[in-house]
């Protein structure tokens, strides 16, 4: 059972609402995909697998994950209804992958039928991580698997500052802590590790999440965190 009020998935909605409308969620795949291609690929993905991408945004890796699982099913799902309208529009050409709204901690899908879920940049904002993995354990079948990837985390000191600058309430969790709610929630052979982003630093930097160069060079040598873990049992 979740523990926050159905309120806090409104205020999320609200949020990533604006940033739909911004083009935000198209602007997230050039940031997130250094990232995001050594995970695709520890996740050995075959032609016939299911995946659910959760917090999936405007759809881009849903769409790439369409591709490489051709005889299987891809489901995208988001809080926010504008990005699933984006994504749904970007997506027509697709026959194996579907979009739908819906909140981590009740995630509209019955048990068993994921053989991976992956969800990239999106768990520091799930009002309840608890529920969360444990509704990802549960749509995963036996011998599935879960990958979540965020680059906001207690042990990378060079993002704590975010959390201040986000208009939503995040959660500043460490690899310990993530790991130990993949325990919580029924995972096996749990492991954290770095993925670290190999695109060139410019030399001056401009944006408003780091302080300078230094920091954002920083920032990619921590790297981001991996948990991943298995739903044990025969497939
Ligand atoms: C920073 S964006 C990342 C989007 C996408 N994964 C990407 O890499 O481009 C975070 C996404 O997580 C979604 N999100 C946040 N909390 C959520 C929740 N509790 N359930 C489902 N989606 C959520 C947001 O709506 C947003 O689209």
Redesign the pocket.
Known sequence: MRVTKPES?EV?REE?NR?AEAGR?EG??QE?LPITLPVLEKMQLAPADNVL??????G??SRRLAKLVPQGRVVG????DE?IRRARRASVDFENLIFVT????EIPWEPNFFSHVI????AY???DSVA?IREIFRVLKPGGSAWILINYYRDNPHAHQWGGLLAVETHLLSAAEWSERFRAAGFGNVQPERVRDHSRTPEVYTGRWFRDAAELRAFKAEGALLVHGAKEGKA
Not at 119 to 122: A, D, F, H, Q, R
Request: hydrophobic fraction near 40%.
């Open positions: 998935g999320l990533f940033w969620g997230m795949e997130h991408d959760v917090g999936c945004g405007a881009w890796l799902m988001d809080v926010s990005m819906g909140e981590v901690e969800s990239v940049e999106s904002y799930w009002p969360g």
